[in-house]
């Protein structure tokens, strides 16, 4: 079968890394990938966002399966015009992927189907949003709406903080138009779950249980990125624990999107915090997570391919997939200044060594080629060091000792990825 992957992330090196293993596979293009992914695969430079540019390549080269790894082009109805041409893809429809397009949809969805998820309220208009955040009890949280690459949501502690936001997001408009609506709700507290599961619309495989590391700097202080780290499986949940949670946030989401008409065929990921009472829905994505799929996919032991393609064709024959007892800690190497400004074009040293190394992979985010032939920074999220260990301590101990060597001007790193788990496991 002939793969076209979509997008150019850590997440799609690691997809492409775990599909060119399939038996399946005769040829594998991601668009437009990135440095790394160039080693395993043919990568064409069409964005991931220019629909009509793959539309014409998928036909044009006869692909068998294209597979979108990020949300934009997901909820910018990728999916909707594949099909119209009779073409496989894996990903949600337009009109699903709008539970990660707006949040106030998916909010609204949980409260119709009885997921549990912060008390909140919505507004299109800054004076009565600022209106309630006077009025209501601190802390809250303020979301844009709409696409903000994981950085649309602000903690607020005071009102004065939350009046600020309001002004940040609906009158200065940093997020542009994903800020003319917003979702206030309130703060909740507990660690945090990544619970991802795969979908053809009715059937659901759930996956291997991560946690990621959102803010920017250790214990988690500093803005909120796409992910600092992720490791898997997480400890804080046991798997009796973990299907309850599938049989709370993912089954209803899915069967009452059914129900509607909404099939949702593809990965759905719940953002979940774990609070005293219960586990609460912090959000919903339409696809892998990243860094959460370079840490869970190397676990996978079942071929991944024929899955994502049962799921195109709208009916999952496989009940389950079958994963390595091993854990796996995957740690990201960012620019310096990201998730705000940062430079490119840094050579990246002492990555090489690191090549074809069993159990040690290093999945590229923002990397290039210069014309010496070396590799270099372009992006905020740079490389993904993951590994594989007997434990999380084991897995843990090999991904910084390797992330200790690898250097690029500016670079930076969180120190305490899985450190919570790792007390937990002590
Ligand atoms: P989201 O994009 O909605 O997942 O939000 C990004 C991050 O903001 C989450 O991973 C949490 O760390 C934090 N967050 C979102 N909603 C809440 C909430 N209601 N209470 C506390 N933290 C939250
Ligand atoms: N790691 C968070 C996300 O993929 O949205």
Known sequence: MKVLMVGSGGREHVMAWKIAQSPLLTKLFVAPGNAGIAQIAECPSIPADDLPALLDFAKKE?????????????????????????LAIFGPSKAAALLEGSKAFAKDQMTKFGIPTAEYEVFSNINEAKHY????????????????QGKGVMICESSQEAVAALTRIMAEGIFAHAGNKVVVEKKLEGEELSVLAISDGEKII???????????YDHDRGPNTGGMGAYSPCPFVSDEKTAEIVDRVIRPMVRGMAREGLSYRGVLYAGVMLTKTGPYVLEYNCRFGD??????????????????SQVAEGSLSQESLEWHEKACISIVLASGGYPGFYHKGYVIHGIEKFQDQQEMVIFHAGTALNTSGHFITSGGRVLAVTALGENLKGAHDKAYSAINQIHFEGGFYRRDIGGRALEVLR
């Open 62 to 86: 006869k692909i068998g399966l294209t597979v979108v790894g990020p949300e934009a082009p997901l909820v910018a109805g990728i999916v909707d015009e594949f099909q119209k041409e009779g």
């Open 133 to 148: 955040v006077i009025e209501t009890e601190m802390p809250v949280v303020i979301k844009a709406d709409g696409l903000a």
């Open 206 to 216: 759930p996956l291997a249980t991560a946690q990621d590391h959102k803010r920017a």
């Open 291 to 308: 860094p959460e799929a370079q840490a869970i996919l190397p676990r996978l032991k079942s071929d991944l391919l024929p899955v994502l």
